[in-house]
């Protein structure tokens, strides 16, 4: 399993951009497929986006969709959120997840290897 640090969160207006990182420790990195979720105050954890092991397969939930890229750099062991024209519904914790099995597994979000301790993005309007 590979071992999972989020990074970047913050406050930002609405319409602001910010870029989420999440560092990975272990040498396997480029063998998962990674993801980010999030979980808004009351509400259960969503996908948001996920990335294959080669990062060639991305795919992403509607409501982000045209504004969120995510993207990898498997040299630094690295998966980025790029997060454009935020709304204050992007208001939540940011999760970091990683599979070794598929790019489908991380979005269906269940039983997943490896999760982060999420990071904090607070949109104000």
């Known amino acids: 399993q590979v071992q999972l640090v989020e990074s970047g969160g913050g406050l930002v207006q609405a319409g602001g951009s910010l870029r989420l990182s999440c560092a990975a420790s272990?040498?396997?990195?480029?063998?998962?497929?990674m993801g980010w979720f999030r979980q808004a105050p009351g509400k259960e954890r969503e996908f948001v986006a996920a990335?294959?092991?080669?990062?060639?397969?991305?795919y992403y939930a509607d409501s982000v969709k045209g504004r969120f890229t995510i993207s990898r750099d498997n040299a630094k062991n690295t998966v980025y959120l790029h997060m454009n024209s935020l709304k204050p519904e992007d208001t939540a914790v940011y999760y970091c997840?990683?599979?070794?099995?598929?790019?489908?597994?991380?979005?269906?979000?269940?039983?997943?290897?490896?999760w982060g301790q999420g990071t904090q993005v607070t949109v104000s309007s």
């Open positions: 272990g040498r396997t990195f480029s063998s998962y497929s």
């Open positions: 990335i294959s092991w080669s990062g060639i397969g991305t």
């Open positions: 997840a990683a599979d070794i099995s598929s790019l489908w597994a991380v979005v269906r979000g269940t039983d997943l290897d490896s």
